[in-house]
């Protein structure tokens, strides 16, 4: 059974970092995943929205703007892991973040977009105090 597992989260002040890294298994992230990921947040009572995305090679990247500068997208397809490297983090980023996998292999065509999206993990919590 896929399963996307996310790890990192936390409460730190303003102005620190976190990393969150989030592992994929299952027989379709077995060995060869050519999927693009990504990462979305949920503040409480709204929808998720986009963070970042990085296509299944790590050659492109995607950003919101509200993290452009402060937040970075990688992946490792050895270990099938993707990382979110946050810093200067605000309070306005506190939510709770969600790793996603693409639901079509190699092609990445929406990013932003929720529905491109056929894998969810369970989220992982960061607060950030001020």
């Known amino acids: 059974q896929e399963q996307l597992v996310e790890s990192g989260g936390g409460l730190v002040q303003a102005g620190a970092s976190l990393r969150l890294s989030c592992s994929a298994s299952?027989?379709?992230?077995?060995?060869?995943?050519?999927?693009?990921m990504a990462w979305f947040r949920q503040f409480p009572g709204k929808e998720r929205d986009f963070v970042a995305a990085?296509?299944?090679?790590?050659?492109?990247?995607y950003y919101a703007d509200s993290v452009k500068g402060r937040f970075t997208i990688s992946r490792d397809n050895h270990k099938i892991t993707v990382d979110l490297q946050m810093n200067s983090l605000k309070p306005e980023d506190t939510a709770v973040y969600f790793c996603?996998?693409?639901?079509?292999?190699?092609?990445?065509?929406?990013?932003?977009?929720?529905?491109?999206?056929?894998?969810w993990g369970q989220g992982t919590q960061v607060t950030v105090s001020s």
């Open positions: 996603a996998a693409a639901r079509a292999r190699y092609t990445l065509q929406n990013p932003r977009r929720e529905d491109e999206y056929g894998f």
């Open positions: 299952g027989r379709t992230f077995s060995t060869f995943s050519p999927y693009g």
């Open positions: 990085i296509s299944w090679t790590g050659a492109n990247t």
